[in-house]
């Protein structure tokens, strides 16, 4: 980290997380902080379900909940970003505290529960913005007392559909009682054929990504493999945040309920990957998150399957630098190894991740 990225940093982190996050959105929104993102690399570009990505390093949502800052988060260096969830309507989410930052893991608990501004709010921005470059998804979730959530995925498709370069479906949040359901095999055969339908029937029609947790077996992944297929899905995001708490260091919040993201959840969420690109096949686009924080995390991340990857807790930990330092990585990577594109380095590792859960 740079001295400003440290300075910066331990400004945050003497507010509680959650008002540091608005803090940051704030800052971002103002045209802060300046960020020297890295020079474009031919070697880098990823040309995936139709969209062309300057480099494979992307914002995860959860950050930029209510699409308030996407292009400023391009530019730092991502190669795309991902707002939300977004539900249909604004709703509070959980009560406050929570988010935990676990220091002595790189990591984070949160249960915010889809707390966000809803439909309304994000269409607005999102439509103030359309026509400007850069590759921008759209997380869609579910409100947590509606009566008919998939009804909400499809309200998702149909008003997203006309401003974002992919759309996600997220049920794979632990924060929203009976969200991760929706991941067995009959509900989620209902939701992909409604959400693809609700895609056929919309303005425009964006790749379809699905946001699956790491905490599935493997019965479970060969479930999501075939419906995803069946329904043909465009791809997979490997993955959400877990409630394992396996190896934490920091045991006084390490009870606290939620999901957990950061550098604890990268072994895990790299053998799903690995585990769902073994089950998908060669074809199908994999974006993998969990535990991203360097460009050596990043390019195994491509190594165990993934053609994208994304990031969000290791900014908390790093600074707004890290983008711009993990793309230059890469790039320097690609040229020691005289790779024509990042894209050849996918499933070198496959196999071994695959072994390792």
Same mark, same amino acid.
């Given at each position: 980290?740079?001295?400003?990225?440290?300075?910066?940093?331990?400004?945050?982190?003497?507010?509680?997380?959650?008002?540091?996050?608005?803090?940051?959105?704030?800052?971002?929104?103002?045209?802060?902080?300046?960020?020297?993102?890295?020079?474009?690399?031919?070697? %880098?570009?990823?040309?995936?379900?139709?969209?062309?990505?300057?480099?494979? %390093?992307?914002?995860?949502?959860?950050?930029?909940?209510?699409?308030?800052?996407?292009?400023?988060?391009?530019?730092?260096?991502?190669?795309?970003?991902?707002?939300?969830?977004?539900?249909?309507?604004?709703?509070?989410?959980?009560?406050?505290?929570?988010?935990?930052?676990?220091?002595?893991?790189?990591?984070?608990?949160?249960?915010?529960?889809?707390?966000?501004?809803?439909?309304?709010?994000?269409?607005?921005?999102?439509?103030?913005?359309?026509?400007?470059?850069?590759?921008?998804?759209?997380?869609?979730?579910?409100?947590?007392?509606?009566?008919?959530?998939?009804?909400?995925?499809?309200?998702?498709?149909?008003?997203?559909?006309?401003?974002?370069?992919?759309?996600?479906?997220?049920?794979?949040?632990?924060?929203?009682?009976?969200?991760?359901?929706?991941?067995?095999?009959?509900?989620?055969?209902?939701?992909?054929?409604?959400?693809?339908?609700?895609?056929?029937?919309?303005?425009?029609?964006?790749?379809?990504?699905?946001?699956?947790?790491?905490?599935?077996?493997?019965?479970?992944?060969?479930?999501?493999?075939?419906?995803?297929?069946?329904?043909?899905?465009?791809?997979?995001?490997?993955?959400?945040?877990?409630?394992?708490?396996?190896?934490?260091?920091?045991?006084?919040?390490?009870?606290?309920?939620?999901?957990?993201?950061?550098?604890?959840?990268?072994?895990?969420?790299?053998?799903?990957?690995?585990?769902?690109?073994?089950?998908?096949?060669?074809?199908?686009?994999?974006?993998?998150?969990?535990?991203?924080?360097?460009?050596?995390?990043?390019?195994?991340?491509?190594?165990?399957?993934?053609?994208?990857?994304?990031?969000?807790?290791?900014?908390?930990?790093?600074?707004?630098?890290?983008?711009?330092?993990?793309?230059?990585?890469?790039?320097?990577?690609?040229?020691?190894?005289?790779?024509?594109?990042?894209?050849?380095?996918?499933?070198?590792?496959?196999?071994?991740?695959?072994?390792?859960?």
């Amino acid at each position: 980290m740079s001295v400003l990225d440290r300075i910066g940093q331990k400004l945050l982190f003497s507010f509680d997380p959650e008002t540091a996050h608005g803090m940051s959105i704030a800052a971002l929104r103002c045209g802060l902080p300046v960020a020297s993102p890295p020079p474009q690399d031919a070697q %880098l570009k990823v040309s995936l379900c139709g969209l062309d990505f300057p480099n494979p %390093l992307g914002m995860a949502a959860g950050y930029d909940k209510n699409a308030e800052v996407p292009d400023a988060l391009l530019k730092l260096g991502f190669g795309f970003a991902e707002v939300g969830t977004i539900t249909p309507l604004p709703q509070p989410g959980n009560p406050k505290p929570r988010i935990f930052r676990l220091t002595a893991d790189e990591a984070v608990i949160n249960r915010l529960g889809f707390n966000n501004e809803g439909h309304a709010a994000a269409e607005k921005r999102l439509a103030a913005r359309k026509g400007r470059r850069g590759i921008v998804g759209v997380n869609i979730g579910a409100n947590k007392d509606s009566a008919d959530r998939i009804g909400d995925y499809e309200r998702g498709v149909t008003r997203f559909a006309p401003y974002a370069s992919y759309l996600t479906v997220n049920i794979s949040s632990p924060n929203t009682p009976g969200l991760r359901n929706m991941q067995a095999r009959e509900q989620l055969g209902e939701l992909l054929s409604r959400v693809m339908a609700a895609r056929v029937k919309a303005s425009a029609q964006p790749p379809v990504f699905l946001k699956i947790a790491p905490d599935l077996v493997e019965a479970e992944l060969e479930d999501i493999a075939a419906e995803v297929a069946e329904k043909k899905i465009d791809g997979i995001i490997v993955s959400n945040t877990t409630l394992s708490r396996a190896g934490l260091r920091s045991a006084s919040l390490a009870g606290e309920t939620g999901g957990l993201s950061g550098k604890p959840l990268f072994e895990r969420s790299t053998a799903v990957l690995a585990k769902m690109r073994k089950l998908v096949g060669p074809e199908m686009a994999i974006i993998g998150v969990g535990g991203v924080d360097s460009a050596e995390t990043a390019l195994e991340k491509i190594r165990a399957g993934a053609d994208l990857v994304q990031l969000y807790t290791g900014l908390i930990y790093a600074g707004p630098a890290l983008p711009g330092r993990i793309v230059a990585g890469m790039a320097r990577f690609a040229d020691r190894e005289r790779l024509k594109s990042i894209g050849e380095l996918r499933d070198t590792a496959c196999a071994n991740w695959h072994k390792r859960l």
